[in-house]
């Protein structure tokens, strides 16, 4: 996977994407991160990047000519199937199936807005899709660019050291993850349950799953709606629904 980051803003995310899972990915060969300064491309003879709007209102945007000749530049030498992605609270909601649709091309071009956003002529040129992280703002589109090679690269055939890292963990598998607890067996108190300890297998995959299903039915109860649930799981969620009085 080739990740090609365009942004006015390469030192705000390259060391998180340089350090620990992906730092080691990179150096493996198994992704590839290039920046490309969007300033770098500006023709203006002090290198502004941004201008008012026509019509009026707060703030500055992008300018196209700069996007335009960085997007141009970032697209030289790609082969195999490639999109790009502008950031944007317009965009829709990343997730874990959009992260595993986006993992299946060999390249992404990424581009990070800033100040009130870009020139609508770029998005409706050079961009495929719009994405976000969430209903809110920020001040560019950095940290979602960050989020997104995160959760895409973490797909990536050996990235992780086993599949069922993402397979079994929150969310992948439908369900948030049941609690987890390592050594020692009893702090401040607080013991480990011992089901956990007794070393029935059995027992713990039963457990596991029950717990999964309790968080999911307390804290994201509309993940169960389109969960895969046998009969043993929509008894044990009616068991819980009978102990809240419901």
């Known amino acids: 996977m080739h990740f090609k980051i365009l942004t006015l803003f390469p030192e705000a995310i390259a060391p998180y994407l340089n350090s620990s899972i992906l730092g080691r990915a990179q150096a493996s060969g198994l992704i590839k991160i290039d920046y490309f300064n969007i300033r770098d491309y500006s ?11 026509y019509g009026g209102g707060y703030g500055m945007l992008m300018t196209p000519q700069p996007i335009f000749d960085c997007h141009k530049a970032a697209c030289e030498t790609l082969s195999g199937r490639t999109r790009t992605i502008y950031f944007s609270p ?15 091309y060999d390249n992404l071009i990424l581009l990070c807005g800033h100040y009130e956003g ?3 002529r770029v998005t409706e040129r050079i961009v495929d899709e719009e994405i976000s992280i969430g209903d809110y703002v920020l001040t ?10 995160d959760a895409v690269s973490r797909l990536i055939d050996g990235v992780l ?5 993402y397979t079994e963990e929150s969310i992948a598998s439908e369900l948030l993850e049941y609690p987890q607890y390592t050594k020692p067996a009893v702090f401040d108190g607080s013991e480990v ?4 300890r007794d070393g029935n297998h059995a027992d713990i995959v039963r457990w596991r799953r029950e717990m999964a299903l309790e968080k999911t039915y307390r804290k994201r109860p509309e993940l169960l709606d389109t969960a895969k649930l046998d009969r043993n799981d929509l008894i044990y969620l009616q068991e819980l629904q009978i102990r809240d009085g419901k």
């Not at 560019?140 to 090679?149: D, I």
């Not at 050291?161 to 890292?165: A, F, I, K, R, W």
């Open 161 to 165: 050291p086993d599949s069922s890292c």
């Open 118 to 120: 870009i020139d609508e």
């Open 90 to 104: 317009a965009g829709q909601k990343l997730n874990h199936a959009k992260a595993l649709e986006l993992k299946e």
């Open 43 to 53: 023709l203006d003879k002090h290198r502004r990047v941004d201008d008012t709007p």
């Open 193 to 196: 349950p011992q089901v956990l």
């Open 140 to 149: 560019g589109g950095e940290l979602p660019c960050a989020v997104l090679v």
